[in-house]
């Protein structure tokens, strides 16, 4: 099983109930719904740009809290 994350996402709460509204609609838990929207969006930039390496990645300090 690959490892979790947990990480602070800060945005507007109109948009926040917007974006839950929506992952409602959509029968998805509020986490499932950004986690797909994140998804297509690395894979689309993936396609137009080449597959990336997260090994290579290098996360800015302090934004995980890895899950156990």
Excluded: Q, W
């Amino acid at each position: 099983m690959k490892n979790k994350v947990k990480f602070e996402l800060r945005l507007d709460e109109d948009m926040c109930r917007k974006a839950a509204a929506v992952a409602e609609h959509e029968g998805l838990t509020f986490n499932n719904y950004l986690v797909k929207l994140l998804r297509g969006s690395v894979s689309y930039h993936e396609r137009v740009h080449g597959r990336i390496d997260p090994n290579k990645i290098d996360l800015p300090e302090g934004i995980i809290e890895n899950e156990e």
